[in-house]
């Protein structure tokens, strides 16, 4: 038991710095929806004004999402925002939340990271080594945006263990729960319109 919990308080520096690094890389990374945006609306003015367009110009849009849906995801798991069924969740006591979280990041999580880093490498260094180019006329080579699938795996393999550690260590209460005063994004949502009602 000692040992575990050794183990545990060894392993926390390193989660903390696995958070702050995927934290970092998401707030700077989420520009990049703005940009996607602009890129867009540019995009549509030039071909109704100008009756003109490009491929690139469109695959720039798709490339700018997937950098954002790809590179962002580890941050979206630091943050508590991942996909769940939240209703059914809430239910739950604490010890059974916790416990599911740690089977799930232990048991499907990792193991999914780690075979789409195992199989996302060759996906990309094929297409690098042949300059993989766009199917569409104009369009942008194909090798960064296939790097993105083991880059992205990358950094969730690393938050998925990070984010074990974490509740494991608050399983054997070395820490305490780093989620516990956060609100759910709807309840947040709804006090913020319920506040702004108030003070009309």
């Known amino acids: 038991m000692g040992a575990i919990d050794a183990i545990l308080r060894a392993l926390l520096p390193t989660s903390r710095f696995i958070d702050s690094m995927n934290r970092w890389i998401g707030r700077c990374l989420s520009w990049a929806i703005l940009l996607a945006v602009i890129v867009s609306a540019v995009n549509a003015i030039v071909r109704k004004v100008l009756d003109t367009s490009s491929n690139s110009w469109l695959e720039l849009q798709w490339i700018l999402f997937s950098v954002v849906f790809m590179l962002c995801a580890p941050w979206t798991l630091l943050s508590n925002e991942h996909i769940r069924i939240?209703?059914?969740?809430?239910?739950?006591?604490?010890?059974?939340?916790?416990?599911?979280?740690?089977?799930?990041?232990?048991?499907?999580?990792?193991?999914?990271?780690?075979?789409?880093?195992?199989?996302?490498?060759?996906?990309?260094?094929?297409?690098?080594?042949?300059?993989?180019?766009?199917?569409?006329?104009?369009?942008?080579?194909?090798?960064?945006?296939?790097?993105?699938?083991?880059?992205?795996?990358?950094?969730?393999?690393?938050?998925?263990?990070?984010?074990?550690?974490?509740?494991?260590?608050?399983?054997?209460?070395?820490?305490?729960?780093?989620?516990?005063?956060?609100?759910?994004?709807?309840?947040?949502?709804?006090?913020?319109?319920?506040?702004?009602?108030?003070?009309?």
């Open 86 to 200: 939240d209703i059914v969740n809430n239910l739950m006591p604490k010890p059974l939340r916790n416990t599911i979280d740690a089977v799930g990041h232990a048991f499907f999580l990792l193991p999914l990271c780690v075979i789409m880093v195992l199989t996302g490498v060759p996906f990309f260094k094929e297409s690098w080594l042949t300059n993989e180019q766009s199917m569409n006329a104009g369009g942008l080579p194909q090798w960064p945006t296939k790097a993105l699938v083991a880059i992205g795996f990358a950094l969730l393999l690393v938050q998925g263990l990070s984010e074990l550690v974490k509740r494991l260590s608050v399983m054997r209460g070395l820490i305490p729960d780093p989620y516990e005063s956060q609100k759910d994004t709807l309840e947040a949502e709804v006090e913020h319109i319920v506040d702004a009602i108030e003070h009309r």
